[in-house]
């Protein structure tokens, strides 16, 4: 009917335990921490390949805006970079290939304005007034320029006054 009681400190059971547990969540803490510089490191790396990517991309698409502005302003030595060969590489390629066949046009339009100034002044302002004739003219263009003609040249003469009736086409 003998007992034998130890008395032990409860701090010198639980010690090893603690000290387990103390370094696993130090190991925890550690990992974490290790994990959350990890995450932000990649972060900061999508984030400098997105803006490098982007400027890439947008680079060639600000250089076609400004070429296009150049164009809008009359400036047809306007070009653009082709680099690489995606879809805007492609399209600043015909961009570069369409600004001769443009300036081509507008110099023609240009040409044809003048042409038909010059033509518009070679007709008469105002239809001539003879008498016992009433005389009447109106030439009207198919195009900008239509190469008719018509043209009056008042005559004096010894029997009197005449007219003269020029008409070309």
């Not at 059971?13 to 974490?32: G, P």
């Not at 400036?75 to 390629?93: H, P």
């Not at 007034?129 to 008719?148: L, P």
Request: no cysteine; charged share 20%; net charge positive.
């Amino acid at each position: 009917g003998v007992s034998l009681m130890i008395l032990v400190p409860k701090t010198d059971i639980v010690r090893e335990a603690q000290s387990a547990k103390d370094f696993i969540l130090a190991q925890i803490d550690f990992h974490n921490r290790k994990m959350g510089y990890t995450a932000i490191g990649v972060a900061i790396m999508v984030l400098v390949l997105a803006f490098l990517l982007s400027k890439l991309i947008t680079r060639n698409i600000f250089e076609l805006v400004t070429a296009v502005g150049g164009i809008a302003k009359g400036n047809f030595t306007a070009r653009v970079g082709v680099r690489g060969k995606d879809e805007i590489s492609q399209l600043g390629l015909a961009f570069n290939q369409m600004i001769p066949k443009l300036k081509e046009r507008v110099n023609r339009k240009n040409a044809l304005e003048v042409a038909q100034q010059i033509q518009h002044y070679l007709l008469p302002t105002h239809n001539p007034k003879v008498h016992g004739a009433d005389i009447a003219a109106f030439s009207e263009y198919y195009y900008e320029t239509g190469g008719d003609y018509y043209g009056f040249i008042p005559r004096q003469t010894a029997e009197g006054e005449s007219l003269v009736v020029a008409v070309g086409d």
